[in-house]
Protein backbone atom coordinates (compact mmCIF):
# COMPACT_ATOMS: atom_id res chain seq x y z
CA UNK A 1 0.00 0.00 0.00
CA UNK A 2 0.90 3.48 -0.33
CA UNK A 3 1.21 5.94 2.38
CA UNK A 4 2.38 9.27 3.05
CA UNK A 5 2.96 10.40 6.81
CA UNK A 6 3.49 13.72 8.61
CA UNK A 7 3.33 13.08 11.73
CA UNK A 8 3.99 16.61 12.96
CA UNK A 9 0.50 18.28 12.85
CA UNK A 10 1.25 22.24 13.66
CA UNK A 11 4.45 23.38 14.48
CA UNK A 12 5.22 27.33 15.44
CA UNK A 13 8.68 28.63 15.09
CA UNK A 14 9.44 32.49 15.68
CA UNK A 15 10.75 34.13 12.43
CA UNK A 16 14.20 33.78 11.66
CA UNK A 17 14.26 30.21 12.99
CA UNK A 18 15.24 27.52 11.03
CA UNK A 19 12.37 24.34 10.77
CA UNK A 20 12.48 20.96 9.45
CA UNK A 21 8.87 19.08 8.15
CA UNK A 22 8.90 15.76 8.19
CA UNK A 23 7.88 13.03 6.02
CA UNK A 24 7.87 9.39 5.69
CA UNK A 25 6.40 7.57 2.40
CA UNK A 26 5.70 3.97 2.55
CA UNK A 27 5.73 1.60 -1.34
CA UNK A 28 6.72 -1.26 -2.35
CA UNK A 29 7.47 0.10 -5.83
CA UNK A 30 10.65 0.48 -6.69
CA UNK A 31 9.88 3.70 -9.08
CA UNK A 32 7.91 6.47 -7.48
CA UNK A 33 7.87 10.39 -6.90
CA UNK A 34 7.64 12.41 -3.85
CA UNK A 35 6.78 15.64 -3.45
CA UNK A 36 6.01 18.69 -1.50
CA UNK A 37 3.09 21.49 -1.68
CA UNK A 38 2.34 24.49 0.20
CA UNK A 39 -0.94 25.42 0.81
CA UNK A 40 -1.33 28.94 1.87
CA UNK A 41 -4.83 30.51 3.89
CA UNK A 42 -6.31 31.36 -0.52
CA UNK A 43 -6.78 27.46 -0.08
CA UNK A 44 -4.62 26.73 -3.52
CA UNK A 45 -1.90 23.91 -3.53
CA UNK A 46 1.53 25.27 -4.91
CA UNK A 47 4.13 23.14 -5.96
CA UNK A 48 7.43 23.29 -4.40
CA UNK A 49 9.52 19.77 -5.63
CA UNK A 50 9.07 17.06 -6.95
CA UNK A 51 11.95 14.28 -6.32
CA UNK A 52 11.94 10.82 -8.32
CA UNK A 53 13.15 7.67 -6.80
CA UNK A 54 16.25 7.48 -8.07
CA UNK A 55 17.94 10.51 -7.00
CA UNK A 56 18.84 10.73 -3.80
CA UNK A 57 20.71 14.04 -4.01
CA UNK A 58 19.48 16.96 -1.56
CA UNK A 59 18.57 19.67 -3.26
CA UNK A 60 18.31 23.51 -1.92
CA UNK A 61 16.29 26.41 -3.46
CA UNK A 62 16.99 29.58 -1.81
CA UNK A 63 16.10 29.17 1.78
CA UNK A 64 14.00 26.04 0.82
CA UNK A 65 15.95 22.63 1.21
CA UNK A 66 15.43 18.91 0.94
CA UNK A 67 16.48 15.80 2.53
CA UNK A 68 15.80 12.32 0.81
CA UNK A 69 16.91 9.65 2.28
CA UNK A 70 15.42 6.07 0.80
CA UNK A 71 16.88 4.08 4.12
CA UNK A 72 14.80 5.72 6.07
CA UNK A 73 11.67 6.36 3.69
CA UNK A 74 12.12 9.80 4.60
CA UNK A 75 11.66 13.06 2.11
CA UNK A 76 12.25 15.57 4.75
CA UNK A 77 11.74 19.77 4.10
CA UNK A 78 13.76 22.51 5.67
CA UNK A 79 12.89 26.05 6.02
CA UNK A 80 16.04 28.65 6.66
CA UNK A 81 15.32 31.67 8.43
CA UNK A 82 11.74 31.35 8.07
CA UNK A 83 9.71 34.16 7.42
CA UNK A 84 5.81 35.03 7.98
CA UNK A 85 4.88 34.14 4.18
CA UNK A 86 6.04 30.63 5.02
CA UNK A 87 3.07 30.30 6.98
CA UNK A 88 0.51 27.90 5.13
CA UNK A 89 -0.19 24.13 5.67
CA UNK A 90 3.02 21.73 3.58
CA UNK A 91 1.87 18.59 2.18
CA UNK A 92 4.17 15.70 1.07
CA UNK A 93 2.95 13.61 -1.61
CA UNK A 94 3.77 10.04 -3.32
CA UNK A 95 3.07 9.21 -6.49
CA UNK A 96 3.97 5.61 -7.81
CA UNK A 97 2.64 5.08 -11.36
CA UNK A 98 2.39 1.78 -11.17
CA UNK A 99 0.04 1.09 -9.47
CA UNK A 100 -2.14 4.02 -9.89
CA UNK A 101 -1.58 7.24 -11.52
CA UNK A 102 -3.03 8.80 -7.89
CA UNK A 103 -0.73 11.33 -5.83
CA UNK A 104 -1.21 10.04 -2.38
CA UNK A 105 -0.99 13.38 0.16
CA UNK A 106 -0.05 13.10 3.78
CA UNK A 107 -2.50 14.57 6.33
CA UNK A 108 -0.48 18.10 6.35
CA UNK A 109 1.77 20.23 8.86
CA UNK A 110 0.59 23.54 9.38
CA UNK A 111 3.64 25.61 10.25
CA UNK A 112 2.96 29.18 11.61
CA UNK A 113 5.82 31.92 11.63
CA UNK A 114 5.40 34.15 14.66
CA UNK A 115 6.95 37.63 14.13
CA UNK B 1 -3.10 31.59 -19.05
CA UNK B 2 -3.72 32.15 -15.27
CA UNK B 3 -3.47 28.27 -14.29
CA UNK B 4 -6.39 25.71 -13.02
CA UNK B 5 -10.15 27.63 -12.69
CA UNK B 6 -12.82 25.88 -10.39
CA UNK B 7 -16.65 27.22 -10.52
CA UNK B 8 -18.04 28.14 -7.87
CA UNK B 9 -15.91 29.01 -5.22
CA UNK B 10 -18.16 28.41 -2.53
CA UNK B 11 -21.58 26.19 -3.12
CA UNK B 12 -23.96 25.63 -0.35
CA UNK B 13 -27.10 23.55 -0.69
CA UNK B 14 -29.61 21.45 1.06
CA UNK B 15 -29.49 17.88 1.72
CA UNK B 16 -30.90 16.20 -1.31
CA UNK B 17 -29.78 18.36 -3.90
CA UNK B 18 -27.93 17.99 -6.76
CA UNK B 19 -24.46 19.71 -7.42
CA UNK B 20 -22.20 20.66 -10.18
CA UNK B 21 -18.87 22.31 -10.37
CA UNK B 22 -16.90 23.19 -12.89
CA UNK B 23 -12.70 23.03 -13.36
CA UNK B 24 -10.78 24.88 -16.77
CA UNK B 25 -7.33 23.38 -16.49
CA UNK B 26 -4.55 24.75 -17.53
CA UNK B 27 -5.04 24.42 -21.71
CA UNK B 28 -2.78 21.32 -23.23
CA UNK B 29 -2.19 19.90 -20.12
CA UNK B 30 -4.22 16.52 -21.17
CA UNK B 31 -4.41 15.05 -17.45
CA UNK B 32 -7.25 16.21 -15.14
CA UNK B 33 -7.86 15.09 -11.21
CA UNK B 34 -10.28 15.38 -9.07
CA UNK B 35 -9.26 15.81 -5.75
CA UNK B 36 -11.20 15.90 -2.04
CA UNK B 37 -10.29 17.41 0.67
CA UNK B 38 -11.70 17.43 4.32
CA UNK B 39 -10.77 20.03 7.20
CA UNK B 40 -7.41 18.69 9.10
CA UNK B 41 -6.78 16.55 5.99
CA UNK B 42 -4.44 15.96 3.40
CA UNK B 43 -6.43 16.04 -0.11
CA UNK B 44 -7.99 12.59 -1.29
CA UNK B 45 -8.01 10.65 -5.11
CA UNK B 46 -11.57 10.67 -6.24
CA UNK B 47 -10.73 10.26 -10.03
CA UNK B 48 -8.37 11.08 -12.70
CA UNK B 49 -8.97 11.83 -16.92
CA UNK B 50 -6.54 11.96 -19.83
CA UNK B 51 -7.95 13.56 -22.46
CA UNK B 52 -11.06 12.61 -22.15
CA UNK B 53 -11.15 9.16 -20.82
CA UNK B 54 -11.98 8.79 -17.21
CA UNK B 55 -8.74 6.02 -16.21
CA UNK B 56 -8.95 5.59 -12.55
CA UNK B 57 -11.78 5.98 -9.92
CA UNK B 58 -11.50 5.89 -5.82
CA UNK B 59 -13.65 3.60 -4.11
CA UNK B 60 -14.90 6.78 -2.29
CA UNK B 61 -16.41 7.58 -5.51
CA UNK B 62 -19.98 6.47 -4.89
CA UNK B 63 -22.60 6.03 -7.57
CA UNK B 64 -23.84 9.47 -6.86
CA UNK B 65 -20.71 10.81 -7.83
CA UNK B 66 -20.21 11.28 -11.92
CA UNK B 67 -17.10 13.12 -13.57
CA UNK B 68 -16.92 14.04 -17.06
CA UNK B 69 -14.37 15.71 -19.48
CA UNK B 70 -15.94 15.96 -22.57
CA UNK B 71 -13.32 16.69 -25.58
CA UNK B 72 -10.43 16.34 -23.34
CA UNK B 73 -11.00 20.20 -22.20
CA UNK B 74 -12.92 21.40 -18.80
CA UNK B 75 -14.38 18.99 -16.60
CA UNK B 76 -17.62 18.66 -14.90
CA UNK B 77 -18.17 16.71 -11.19
CA UNK B 78 -21.46 16.32 -9.95
CA UNK B 79 -23.20 14.93 -7.04
CA UNK B 80 -26.69 13.88 -6.59
CA UNK B 81 -28.99 13.63 -3.87
CA UNK B 82 -26.44 15.46 -1.55
CA UNK B 83 -25.65 14.43 1.98
CA UNK B 84 -23.80 16.08 4.98
CA UNK B 85 -20.96 13.75 4.53
CA UNK B 86 -20.40 15.44 1.08
CA UNK B 87 -19.37 18.98 2.76
CA UNK B 88 -15.68 19.15 1.95
CA UNK B 89 -13.38 21.61 -0.67
CA UNK B 90 -13.45 19.86 -4.00
CA UNK B 91 -9.96 20.68 -5.88
CA UNK B 92 -8.65 20.11 -9.41
CA UNK B 93 -5.40 19.31 -10.49
CA UNK B 94 -4.09 19.26 -14.22
CA UNK B 95 -1.10 18.32 -15.52
CA UNK B 96 0.84 17.71 -18.63
CA UNK B 97 2.65 13.91 -19.04
CA UNK B 98 5.79 14.13 -20.94
CA UNK B 99 7.87 11.03 -19.62
CA UNK B 100 6.96 10.51 -17.00
CA UNK B 101 7.79 14.41 -15.68
CA UNK B 102 4.77 14.93 -13.95
CA UNK B 103 3.37 17.08 -11.44
CA UNK B 104 0.06 18.77 -10.32
CA UNK B 105 -1.13 21.89 -10.56
CA UNK B 106 -4.44 22.34 -8.28
CA UNK B 107 -6.73 25.26 -8.51
CA UNK B 108 -8.33 27.28 -5.66
CA UNK B 109 -10.76 24.63 -5.12
CA UNK B 110 -14.64 24.44 -4.40
CA UNK B 111 -15.87 24.97 -1.56
CA UNK B 112 -19.57 22.78 -0.25
CA UNK B 113 -21.66 23.16 2.26
CA UNK B 114 -24.72 20.62 2.84
CA UNK B 115 -26.95 21.72 5.39
Known amino acids: AQKVTQAQTEISVVEKEDVTLDCVYETRDTTYYLFWYKQPPSGELVFLIRRNSFDEQNEISGRYSWNFQKSTSSFNFTITASQVVDSAVYFC????????????FGTGTSLTVIP | DTGVSQNPRHKITKRGQNVTFRCDPISEHNRLYWYRQTLGQGPEFLTY????????KSRLLSDRFSAERPKGSFSTLEIQRTEQGDSAMYLC?????????????FGSGTQLSVL
Open chain 2, 93 to 105: ASSLVLSRQEKLF
Open chain 2, 49 to 56: FQNEAQLE
Open chain 1, 93 to 104: ALSTLKISNQFY
